[in-house]
């Protein structure tokens, strides 16, 4: 439904029909009126001259902003593709690192002797046999060579 508002622009009635409301109608025509009055003020400019150079300075406005939105825009849509770039590491990383935790098959962690504090296997088994990770193997190795010191 289109809507009729008459506007008051640099002493001069207009009526505008759009869309938009009144309330809206009548900000633009206060912003026009504003700019025309800024050039105009004390310039000795004709009512054309001063509605001609407020409506550079409108247009001036409008494309910086435009040119500004722009930029935003691009900047948004980079932090997003680093935002996919990093959801896409992080979900790598947490791969890894489910690969890197021990599995059911292994020792658990609390029988895995401390390289600080070695501890004497019964009976112990070479590391193919157990299929011990890397982690384990460097421990069984170490308490290994404990062990060979030991008992020279």
């Known amino acids: 439904m289109k809507n009729k508002t008459t506007v008051t622009i640099f002493d001069m009635d207009f009526t505008l029909v ?10 633009v025509a206060a912003h ?18 001063s509605a001609i150079l407020a409506a550079v300075n409108i247009t001036d406005e409008l494309f910086r902003n435009a040119d500004s939105t722009e930029h935003l825009r691009s900047q948004l849509k980079d932090y997003f593709d680093e935002l996919s770039r ?9 791969r890894e690192l489910s690969k890197l935790k021990p599995s059911e098959n292994r020792i658990p962690e609390h029988r895995i002797p401390s390289s600080a504090r070695p501890v004497k296997l019964d009976a112990p088994a070479a590391p193919e046999q157990n299929n011990f990770g890397e982690v384990e193997r460097e421990v069984w190795d170490e308490n290994q060579e404990t062990l060979d010191l030991g008992e020279k």
């Open 86 to 94: 990093l959801k896409d590491e992080n979900y790598d990383l947490k």
């Open 18 to 27: 759009g869309e938009e409301s009144a309330e809206y109608a009548e900000r």
């Open 32 to 49: 026009v009126d504003a700019k025309i009055r800024a050039v105009s003020d004390g310039s000795g400019l004709s009512t054309v001259a």
